[in-house]
């Protein structure tokens, strides 16, 4: 079945960056996403990958900052983070779907543990 491991967050000040990795050891699903939930607020999508076009799907808070992309050889999605703000920090969840809308949270069946990514200024 379907099991998401998600790798790579930290600690880094604002104007870094770091890569989230999200290794699916279970068959792709059509629609991959990344997530993110801050203290106090609703979890929120931030990117997305759909596996048979290739193409990747962005909100506008992080458009021309982050970048999605996957590894098909390992079953991997990553989400480089560049320019990171302090608004960008929380516990990032990487989702896989077998379809639809690729920001909205019903859309996905399953779920990582979450990374922590914190950004200080």
């Known amino acids: 079945g379907q099991q998401l491991v998600e790798s790579g967050g930290g600690s880094v000040q604002a104007g870094g960056s770091l890569t989230l990795s999200c290794r699916n050891s279970?068959?792709?699903?059509?629609?991959t996403g990344w997530f993110r939930q801050s203290e106090g607020k609703e979890r929120e999508a931030v990117a997305a990958w759909y596996t048979n076009s290739g193409t990747p799907r962005y909100a506008n808070s992080v458009k021309d900052r982050f970048n999605i992309s996957r590894d098909s050889a390992k079953n991997t999605v990553h989400l480089q983070m560049n320019n990171l703000k302090p608004e960008d920090t929380g516990m990032y969840y990487c989702?896989?779907?077998?379809?639809?809308?690729?920001?909205?949270?019903?859309?996905?069946?399953?779920w990582g543990q979450g990374t922590q990514v914190t950004v200080s200024s």
């Open positions: 989702a896989a779907s077998y379809g639809g809308s690729w920001d909205q949270i019903r859309a996905y069946t399953h």
């Open positions: 279970g068959p792709s699903l059509r629609l």
